[in-house]
Structures are given as C-alpha cells and as structure tokens.
C-alpha cells in the first residue's frame, strides 16, 4: 500500500544525493522527477499537506 510507496520515493531520494555527489546532475533532475511524480500518487502524503494548509 501507501508505505511500500514512500519508501521507493526515500530510495529514489537517496538515490539521487549520491547521483549528487557523484556530480551526474542530469540522471540526478530525472531520479527527483520520479520521485516527485511517485509522491503524488499517494494521497495519505496528499492528506497531511492539505491538514498543514490548513493550520
């Protein structure tokens, strides 16, 4: 469900801090690109952030 989600998005977030070190900036724009894209398909995230909106 939602939890196996987030945590391809922390791998991907991971993922790309290395890319960053590595200094491979553009695979490093696509690796957020996904993770972003993943990020908003779980609407448990989509849920908190409006609450916060709303604070």
């Known amino acids: 469900g939602s939890m ?3 945590s391809g998005v922390m ?3 991971q993922y790309a801090s290395l890319l ?3 200094q491979r900036v553009k ?3 696509q690796v957020i690109n996904q993770a972003m ?3 908003a398909t779980i609407p448990y995230l ?3 952030s409006q609450q ?3 604070l």
């Open 11 to 13: 791998e991907k977030l």
């Open 27 to 29: 695979e490093q724009s």
């Open 46 to 48: 989509q849920d908190i």
């Open 52 to 54: 916060e909106a709303e």
């Open 4 to 6: 196996c989600a987030c």
């Open 20 to 22: 960053s070190q590595l």
């Open 37 to 39: 894209a993943e990020l």
